[in-house]
């Protein structure tokens, strides 16, 4: 079973900065895959970073609304999975969530609680 708590949200104005926290408890694997997901108010929850293991090193993906400003980052050791988030603007109010996919044969899929995000214009 793995556990997930994520911190780090707030409430900050357009253009500012946040870095959100998601530590992992439960398991000492560090070849998962990680991601952060967010769902705004009213819509469907969409992925908008991830970073997946690989033998050859880490594969990152974002998504194309926030490429350039968002940069997702892990600490195997410290079992903890970052969000580095800048010049942040009113579309990017959420909840975040963290998510991690457990392999195996049949994989498994954890999710934090998430943490709000709240950007004013």
């Known amino acids: 079973q793995v556990r997930l708590v994520e911190s780090g949200g707030g409430l900050v104005q357009a253009e500012d900065s946040l870095r959100l926290t998601c530590v992992a408890s439960?398991?000492?694997?560090?070849?998962?895959?990680m991601a952060w997901y967010r769902q705004a108010p009213g819509k469907e929850r969409e992925m908008g970073a991830s970073i997946r293991f690989s033998f050859r090193g880490d594969i990152i993906s974002y998504a194309d609304s926030v490429k350039g400003r968002f940069t997702i980052a892990r600490d195997s050791a410290k079992h903890t999975l970052y969000l580095q988030m800048s010049r942040l603007q009113p579309e990017a109010t959420a909840i975040y969530y963290c998510?991690?996919?457990?392999?195996?044969?049949?994989?498994?899929?954890?999710w934090g609680p998430g943490t709000q995000v709240t950007v004013s214009a």
């Open positions: 998510n991690v996919v457990v392999p195996g044969p049949v994989e498994s899929i954890y």
């Open positions: 439960g398991r000492r694997a560090s070849n998962d895959d």
